[in-house]
C-alpha cells in the first residue's frame, strides 16, 4: 500500500486501542491496555507512532518504545503494520527514537531482536548497532533465542 501522508507522533491515550490493535498483529498481544498506559504516564518512557491517512481516516501504522535506564535507551517496541512494512517507516521510526534519546543526554541504546528476524536484524545493523550477546529461548510463543545488540549514542 502507497502512503500519501504520514505523521510520526507521540502516543496519547486517545490511541490506545488502535495501538493494542497493532500490537496484536505485530507481537500477538506482548503489551496489555493497562500496560500501554503506564507507559504513557511514565517519564522514563518515549512512546511515538506513525499515522497515515487511510480512506480520510488517520491510522496507526507504526510504533516505536524506549525506556530511559541510567544513562541507556533500551528500545522495547519498533514495530509496522506487516502491510506497510518495507518502505522506509522502521528506519524513520528508529532514527527519530534514537533522535530523542540523544536530546535526553542517553549515551548508549540497547535492543533485543528474534533471532529469525533478519530485516530487522539488517536494520539494527545499518544503524551500526552490535551484536553483544544472546538471550536463549528468550521468546516463550516460538522458542527463538533474543539477539542482544548495543550502540552508543555519543
Known sequence: MSLTTIKLQ?????HLSEVIELDQICFGGLWSLEGY?????????????ITTDIKNEERIIGLGCFWA??????VTILAI??????????????????????EKGLERATLEVSE???SAIALYEKFGFALA????????ATG???L???????
Open 10 to 14: 507521540p502516543l496519547t491515550e486517545q
Open 37 to 49: 498506559k503506564r507507559e504513557i504516564e511514565s517519564p522514563n518512557s518515549t512512546l511515538l507512532i
Open 69 to 74: 535506564i541510567v544513562g541507556e535507551a533500551h
Open 81 to 102: 503494520h506487516p502491510d506497510f512494512q518495507r518502505q522506509g517507516l522502521g528506519k524513520m521510526l528508529l532514527e527519530e527514537l534514537l533522535k530523542q534519546a540523544k
Open 116 to 118: 529469525h528476524n533478519q
Open 133 to 140: 550477546g544472546r538471550r536463549k529461548k528468550y521468546y516463550q
Open 144 to 146: 527463538a533465542d533474543a
Open 148 to 154: 542482544i545488540f548495543w550502540k552508543k549514542l555519543t
